[in-house]
Every structure is written in C-alpha cells, then in structure tokens.
C-alpha cells in the first residue's frame, strides 16, 4: 500500500481488541480524521476464504462496540489477500455491512526506468 490518501493516521499494528472472553489482534489499524472513522485492515497471504470475510466482519462490529467514540463514523473494514475469489466474495460479504471490502494486492514493487 503505497499511498491510502489523505487523512490516514496510523493507529496500531497487531492492534489488540480484548473482549470478556477472547483476544484478537488486527493486522493494521488507522483512523480517518477527515472520515471520522476507524479503517482497520487484515493482510492474507492465501487465497480468500470464507473464514477471512467473517474474521473482518466480526471486526467491524468488535471496533464499533469497543473502540468508536459516539462522533465518529462506523468502521470500515479492507481485506488484501494474496489472491480472490470472486464467487467467495461475492456470497461471503455480509449484505447488512457495506463497510467491508476485499482486494488482491501484488507481490512487486513496480521500479521506476531511469
């Protein structure tokens, strides 16, 4: 990820969410300020499972419940795997939270010629 865009600030890596029962602990975590929300986002080196898209939902709504402050948005989630699977995500996505969103990411750097 070379450049998320204006108003991104880095909030924790391995970000901890403790809950009466479990741990988790999200890959990257920032807040928007222009947004006014979380943007927490997981990084898969597999192809996309169903598992990984229920993992990012729960997320969303752990953040939400634990961490977002009455003014801020709702959290929104992204999901960067190795590589995707339309028809998985397709019926995965919960279709009550917009706010997830799943995308390959490349595994090279592009090089600028001199």
Request: one cysteine or more; charged letters at 20%.
């Amino acid at each position: 990820m070379f450049e998320l865009g204006k108003g991104f600030a880095l909030v924790s890596r391995q970000g901890h969410i403790l809950t009466e029962t479990c741990d988790f602990f999200i890959d990257l975590v920032f807040y928007n300020y222009i947004l006014k929300c979380f943007v927490t986002v997981e990084l898969k080196t597999e192809k996309l499972t169903n598992q990984d898209i229920g993992q990012l939902d729960m997320y969303v709504r752990l953040y939400d419940a634990l961490k977002k402050l009455p003014n801020d948005n709702q959290t929104i989630s992204l999901l960067l795997c190795a590589e995707t699977d339309a028809v998985v995500a397709k019926y995965s996505v919960p279709h009550d939270n917009p706010q997830l969103s799943v995308s390959k990411y490349v595994h090279y750097f592009q090089l600028k010629k001199s």
